[in-house]
């Protein structure tokens, strides 16, 4: 018994011995390391360092990611290509955003209307209503003659006579035999070329993207030349437009020459046998004779791979009867083709389209009814004017 009792404390004695050798070599060993300076820095880096830098990450990251992920996939994965609505039907479907002028118009008419019996007063009530919605003293004077005559000789006493009449005079106010085609087709083995004129912010941007999205939406191809250098921001704009829907832009230098971006365009588009090059251009107004100076050579120098075949002036609804003084201004720089009214959607003065066309002689071909990729159409007179005026009392 003593014997074994002997064997126990010698073995524990044995053990604590060599724990206390063994536990110190094991701190040693870890310590030697960080002498080997140069050796163990980039060893030792992996465990510690990494995981101090992956915290704050995780932390950050959530935000960073949440923020840059949804422009990425629009601007870097144009593989998921947006499928434009066809332009077929447009204005029809999108109708119900001239709401505002037909509060203004339709619902001022009606109260009139409905009256058994047209007075002088009331006469001169419908033609406010006319001047109200922006139709232009000129044109509105012609229109409410041109009716007051048609009831007399006619002897309309309905309501919806009246109005079914007016509904006439204001439709052939807007010249609906004038062609509003445009001319985007590609001919001689060449695209089209179309200009996009038009003061800072009417549009001008957008709506070269909606033309595009419109010529695709019907199966061409596009080409967008970003020809306003004047703010990188602007050829971003388009790119954006572009890479939406498949389309190539081509893009100069910030603040490089406009004309020899539009040329460039024009060639590349020749190259690759596009169906249609949009041109966007700036719109700085400082001074009559720098626009001049700077639309003109851009068309002439398009021109020297053949002609322009539309210049569509891009003016904004909202600034009435003052943006078409500045209107003039550019159909006297180029041969303005067609004009697009934007933003009439959310103003009550839809019937400018009756005193554009009537002041520029030039058709309006397309109406911009809001700030969507597809809310632009091509402009239908009859079914424009029933939209303003309001189909149902
Ligand atoms: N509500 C509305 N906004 C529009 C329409 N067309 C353009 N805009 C807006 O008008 C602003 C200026 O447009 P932009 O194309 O950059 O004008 P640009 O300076 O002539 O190129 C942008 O915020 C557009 O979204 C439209 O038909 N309706
Ligand atoms: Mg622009």
């Known amino acids: 018994m003593e014997y074994v009792v002997a064997a126990v404390i010698l073995l524990v004695v044995l053990v604590?011995?060599?724990?206390?050798?063994?536990?110190?070599?094991?701190?040693?060993?870890?310590?030697?390391?960080?002498?080997?300076?140069?050796?163990?820095?980039?060893?030792?880096?992996?465990?510690?360092?990494?995981?101090?830098e992956e915290l704050p990450p995780l932390i950050e990251r959530p935000a960073e990611v949440v923020v840059e992920e949804p422009p990425a996939p629009v601007v870097e994965e144009p593989p998921a290509l947006e499928k434009p609505e066809p332009s077929a039907g447009r204005l029809v479907r999108l109708r119900a955003r001239l709401a505002r002028s037909q509060s203004a118009l339709g619902r001022g008419l009606l109260t009139v209307l409905s009256r058994d019996h047209l007075e002088e007063e009331d006469w001169e009530e419908i033609e406010e209503s006319l001047i109200t919605a922006d139709?232009?003293?000129?044109?509105?004077?012609?229109?409410?003659?041109?009716?007051?005559?048609?009831?007399?000789?006619?002897?309309?006493?309905?309501?919806?006579?009246?109005?079914?009449?007016?509904?006439?005079?204001?439709?052939?106010?807007?010249?609906?035999?004038?062609?509003?085609?445009?001319?985007?087709?590609?001919?001689?083995?060449?695209?089209?070329?179309?200009?996009?004129?038009?003061?800072?912010?009417?549009?001008?941007?957008?709506?070269?993207?909606?033309?595009?999205?419109?010529?695709?939406?019907?199966?061409?191809?596009?080409?967008?030349g970003a020809a306003d250098t004047f703010r990188?921001?602007?050829?971003?704009?388009?790119?954006?437009?572009?890479?939406?829907?498949?389309?190539?832009?081509?893009?100069?230098?910030?603040?490089?020459?406009?004309?020899?971006?539009?040329?460039?365009?024009?060639?590349?588009?020749?190259?690759?046998?596009?169906?249609?090059?949009?041109?966007?251009?700036?719109?700085r107004l400082q001074n009559k004779v720098g626009l001049m100076d700077e639309l003109g050579k851009v068309k002439r120098v398009v021109e020297k791979h053949g002609p322009v075949d539309e210049t569509l002036l891009v003016l904004d609804a909202t600034t009435g009867q003052n943006g078409l003084e500045q209107a003039r201004v550019f159909t006297e720089v180029v041969d303005v083709t067609g004009v697009v009214l934007t933003k009439l959607d959310g103003t009550a003065k839809g019937g400018i389209v009756i005193a554009v066309q009537r002041k520029l002689g030039?058709?309006?071909?397309?109406?911009?009814?809001?700030?969507?990729?597809?809310?632009?159409?091509?402009?239908?007179?009859?079914?424009?004017?029933?939209?303003?005026?309001?189909?149902?009392a």
């Open 232 to 283: 990188a921001a602007a050829a971003d704009q388009i790119q954006t437009w572009g890479e939406r829907v498949g389309a190539e832009t081509v893009r100069g230098p910030e603040g490089g020459d406009p004309a020899s971006v539009a040329f460039d365009a024009v060639k590349r588009g020749i190259d690759t046998g596009v169906d249609t090059v949009l041109i966007d251009t700036a719109g």
């Open 135 to 224: 139709v232009g003293i000129e044109a509105t004077q012609v229109i409410v003659e041109r009716l007051r005559e048609r009831v007399r000789i006619l002897g309309t006493r309905t309501v919806a006579g009246v109005r079914e009449q007016l509904i006439e005079e204001l439709v052939s106010a807007l010249e609906p035999g004038m062609d509003r085609s445009l001319r985007t087709a590609p001919h001689d083995g060449r695209p089209a070329v179309v200009l996009v004129v038009g003061v800072n912010g009417a549009g001008k941007t957008t709506t070269c993207g909606k033309i595009g999205r419109v010529l695709i939406g019907d199966g061409g191809s596009v080409l967008f």
């Open 362 to 392: 030039i058709p309006v071909k397309l109406v911009g009814l809001g700030e969507g990729p597809d809310d632009l159409a091509p402009f239908e007179p009859a079914a424009f004017v029933e939209a303003l005026v309001g189909s149902d």
């Open 16 to 52: 604590v011995g060599a724990v206390g050798l063994v536990v110190p070599k094991m701190r040693r060993r870890d310590l030697p390391p960080p002498p080997a300076k140069g050796s163990t820095t980039t060893l030792e880096r992996p465990p510690t360092v990494p995981v101090e």
